[in-house]
């Protein structure tokens, strides 16, 4: 069975701060992907990233950047110099290419930037 | 860019009722998928369908049933609302794992 946890459930953090996100996971596949979601107030999810099991490289798409390590089953987001645009709901997800496709996503980790 | 509707943002059900959430895809994927979102739990799975007329039960399937007649559309059908069914409805379509979303339907039985 797969499983992502995201130990965090509120963070708050003031304009300009750097914040981190921490997604775990467990699964037996040798092979899966990672997902992170944005979920802003008005409730459409939006894709963030995918990853592939096998890429381990670290990801920077302008402010946004995240780390992943095998070694720990960690997949984790960091939001550089956080904007009040940034406060959401974010989801870690998991799922295995192959079968059904199933994603399994965590609890989500509510932030609120404060201006 | 991937377009999947839900034909309702809000819904205000009677306890009992027959209960109808469509979902429409224009991609032609062939996998979707409905989740109801509550606070702290996060995204549950309660029925996916991985082609027409195929289906599969997900994480939370009791009180549920879905119907896959064509490939764009799917639809969660609560046989008799309850008042724990009200919640956020989620559906998705997904070609490799990504899935896109719809915006969601509210649904609140009372």
């Known amino acids: 069975a797969q499983k992502v946890t995201q130990a965090q459930t509120e963070i708050s953090v003031v304009e300009k701060e750097d914040v981190t996100l921490d997604c775990v996971y467990e699964?037996?596949?040798?092979?899966?992907?990672l997902f992170w979601y944005k979920q802003p107030p008005s409730g459409e999810l939006v894709f963030l990233i995918r990853?592939?099991?096998?890429?381990?490289q670290n990801e920077i798409s302008g402010r946004y950047s995240w780390n992943f390590q095998k070694s720990t089953s960690s997949f984790n987001f960091t939001i550089t110099a956080s904007q009040v645009v940034d406060s959401a709901v974010y989801f870690c997800?998991?799922?295995?290419?192959?079968?059904?496709?199933?994603?399994?996503f965590g609890t989500g980790t509510k932030l609120q930037v404060i201006p | 860019d991937v377009k999947v509707t839900q034909s309702s943002r809000y819904l205000v059900k009677r306890t009992g009722e027959k209960v109808f959430l469509e979902c429409v895809q224009d991609?032609?994927?062939?996998?979707m998928f409905w989740y109801r979102q509550d606070p702290g739990l996060g995204l549950r799975l309660i029925y996916f369908?991985?082609?027409?007329?195929?289906?599969e039960k997900g994480d939370i399937p009791e009180g549920y049933s879905v119907s896959r007649e064509k490939k764009e559309r799917f639809s969660l059908i609560l046989e008799s609302a309850s008042t724990n069914q009200t919640s956020m409805y989620l559906c998705?379509?997904?070609?490799?794992?990504?899935?896109?979303f719809g915006q969601g339907t509210r649904l609140t039985v009372v």
């Open positions: 998705a379509s997904s070609p490799q794992g990504r899935a896109f």
């Open positions: 699964t037996r596949d040798t092979t899966y992907y």
């Open positions: 990853r592939n099991s096998f890429d381990e």
């Open positions: 997800a998991l799922s295995s290419p192959g079968g059904y496709q199933k994603v399994t």
């Open positions: 991609m032609d994927h062939e996998n």
């Open positions: 369908s991985y082609d027409v007329k195929m289906k």
